[in-house]
């Protein structure tokens, strides 16, 4: 198994990439080594990184003998725009990252400015139900793992050149194939662990916060935002799931069963360890 | 532009035409579905509160709606296993035989299947699929696709500048928010809405307060309504704009929702929609919705508007010492409450208002 390590700061890379995982995780994981550094986010455009943090991060994975990998979320037209300016200023100083994207636009933007940097399609590109109130009755998961579901799109992945399909534990399984070539190049598959997300969107309540009564929510969704949530994220108690839930900025992650996401390791070459739940 | 409304028997073609209609929407569950996948979701709404009792039915719908187009939902986020080949061939059957326009469709397995059956030209995509920019646009103009549905959670400028040609554009227009971006929510109304239970988290406090206040907006303020017109999320005074933007449809959201509720959004769309069309001012559009609807104070500050920037010169500020411009906050606490007195909108309503309820779906 081979790991890609999301960390908050370049400071502290791990020489066990486990030990980047939350304790009551770590049994779950195989021995591997560390491969990728990744970085940026993947549910809210106001936490891309600026040139000078993405540069900290390319330097840190160079340090260390691993591929930088940026993630990129959905974004807005002026977000897209925020995306090829910085991997533009990244070339410029000889950084040249790997692109987790989960827009199609990121991915024609990857096709028509940077078509050099590899490419990997993100947990947003896989829509399948996350729903944590599933659990109840079924705490080892329903997922069929059956990988039919993604045939076409796999191979619209390919003509793009996409590298690797990444997903989190999903209720149905599938998206990262079954690792053979589905007639045509294997696609890498990376697993995000332990963190699931359940909804995300652009009604961040933590970007409310910085607006007085009246304001904040829908009113201020093209606002940049200074991103309080980069603290810790918020432990949020739900009466219809025991699964530990998170709140991180604009999203809502929480914590598979054990057994569920145990199910998901025979079919990911590459797991992402998350310290914590970050949007 | 054109008032799309939804739709789910024939009885509701000629009022709602009358009123303004000039598209409809149905869901339609393919023969046999269940005993195949089970409670796997083909639509995104309830098949049984929100969809077309059968084929039969929707035949009425088509002819009944003459030369208004009719599409057909098929817009889960996802599908079982072997359901694809099912919808493809179900999809196609609805074009061919059932006289359905185009089908909506956001599960891009399901797109390309479509398109290589020879039916991408009849698909329209989604606001599930969250095409939010023009590169996002381009995408999916290169699969064929004839139209695509803008995602409630975009401003003006963001339509503007992601509304490229080759394109059918269609915009939400009336009632049903929702606090996540649809797209982004991976769970399922099927165990209750799951923002409907969602809290900021612990200790948040008046912070809390606000946000179940945006979220009973967009629930159409609880289930309410003002001389019969819903109380939910509206984009009518940014009609013209959304008109240069190159907007041609307008979404009226709601199929599982009586025929009262219906037509009230139609008229009052297809009211403001004359306005706009001759040249009316925003102002002058909410002042006659105003007039029409009641419940004023849900409009001086934009509580309920889809496209809140079309006030952008009066919508409140981020507070002082929190400006956007602070680009790093590293181990600031999270989501201080705010510290004003709490607030509320009382809203006059002419028809007595139903309890907010703890419900399993829309209104």
């Known amino acids: 198994m081979e790991y890609g390590l999301r960390l908050t700061t370049p400071r502290e890379v791990p020489s066990d990439p486990r030990e980047a995982c939350p304790p009551d995780w770590r049994d779950l994981l195989p021995e591997g080594r560390a491969v990728a550094l990744y970085f940026g986010t993947e549910f809210c455009e106001d936490r891309l990184p600026d040139l000078e943090e993405a540069s900290a991060y390319c330097g840190a994975a160079r340090d260390r003998g691993l591929e930088a990998t940026l993630t990129t979320p959905l974004v807005s037209p002026e977000g897209l725009r925020a995306i090829d300016r910085l991997l533009g200023s990244l070339a410029s100083d000889g950084w040249h990252p790997a692109v987790v994207f989960n827009d199609w636009g990121v991915l024609e933007l990857l096709q028509e400015r940077h078509p050099a940097l590899p490419r990997r399609a993100g947990r947003l590109v896989n829509r399948s139900l996350r729903d944590p109130r599933a659990y109840r009755d079924a705490t080892a998961g329903t997922a069929s793992h059956d990988a039919s579901r993604f045939t076409r799109l796999h191979a619209l992945l390919r003509r793009f050149g996409v590298e690797a399909v990444e997903t989190d534990a999903d209720l149905e399984g599938g998206f990262l194939g079954d690792g ?53 994220p918020l432990s949020v108690r739900r009466a219809d799931t025991a699964l530990p839930h998170w709140r991180a900025g604009n999203t809502l992650f929480y914590e598979p069963p054990h057994e569920a996401t145990r199910a998901w390791l025979p079919h990911a070459d590459r797991i992402v360890i998350h310290p914590m739940a970050a949007p | 532009m054109k008032i799309l409304a939804p739709i789910k028997s024939a009885d509701e073609v000629r009022p709602l035409a009358e009123a303004g209609a000039g598209e409809f929407y149905c869901g339609v569950t393919p023969p046999g579905w269940e005993a195949a996948f089970g409670q796997a979701a083909v639509h995104r709404r309830s098949a049984r509160s929100a969809g077309v009792s059968g084929l039969g039915e929707l035949r009425r719908i088509v002819a009944l709606a003459g030369a208004a187009p009719v599409f057909a939902t098929l817009n889960a986020p996802s599908y079982p296993a072997g359901a694809i080949p099912r919808l493809v061939e179900f999809g196609r059957a609805l074009v061919e035989e059932s006289g359905i326009a185009a089908l909506i469709v956001a599960e891009l397995e399901l797109v390309l299947a479509l398109g290589d059956a020879g039916l991408a030209g009849r698909v329209h995509v989604s606001s599930l699929a969250t095409c939010r920019n023009p590169g996002a646009a381009s995408f999916y103009r290169t699969l064929g696709v004839s139209r695509v549905i803008l995602p409630r959670h975009m401003t003006l400028a963001e339509i503007e500048q992601t509304a490229i040609p080759g394109l059918e554009w269609e915009a939400f227009l009336l009632n049903d928010g929702c606090a996540f971006e649809e797209g982004t929510c991976s769970t399922t109304h099927a165990f209750r809405p799951y923002c409907i239970d969602d809290q900021v988290g612990h200790s948040q406090g008046r912070l809390d307060e606000r946000y179940a206040f945006w979220k009973w907006t967009l629930n159409n303020c609880g289930c309410q309504t003002s001389r019969g017109y819903t109380l939910g999320p509206c984009g009518l005074c940014a009609l013209a704009r959304l008109e240069r933007a190159g ?117």
């Open chain 1, 180 to 232: 053979g070539d589905d007639g045509g190049r294997p696609l890498g598959r990376a697993l995000h662990f332990p963190f699931t997300y359940a909804a995300s969107g652009r009604g961040c309540p933590l970007k409310a916060a910085l607006y007085p009564e009246g304001g904040g929510f829908a009113q201020a969704f093209a606002d940049p935002c200074p991103a309080p949530c980069r603290g810790k």
């Open chain 2, 247 to 363: 907007v041609e449809s307008l979404k009226v959201v709601g199929r599982e929702a009586p025929l009262a509720r219906k037509l009230g959004s139609v008229r009052l769309a297809s009211l403001a929609l004359r306005l706009a069309e001759g040249g009316a001012t925003r102002e002058t559009i909410r002042d006659a919705v105003v007039a029409e609807r009641g419940a004023p104070e849900l409009c001086e500050s934009a509580h309920l508007c889809y496209y809140p920037d079309v006030w952008a010169d009066s919508l409140p500020k981020p507070r002082q010492g929190q400006a956007p411009s602070t680009r790093r906050a590293p181990g600031h606490p999270p989501a201080a409450p705010a510290a004003s007195a709490r607030r509320v909108v009382p809203i006059r309503v002419d028809t007595p208002a139903p309890q907010p309820p703890a419900r399993n779906g829309p209104c």
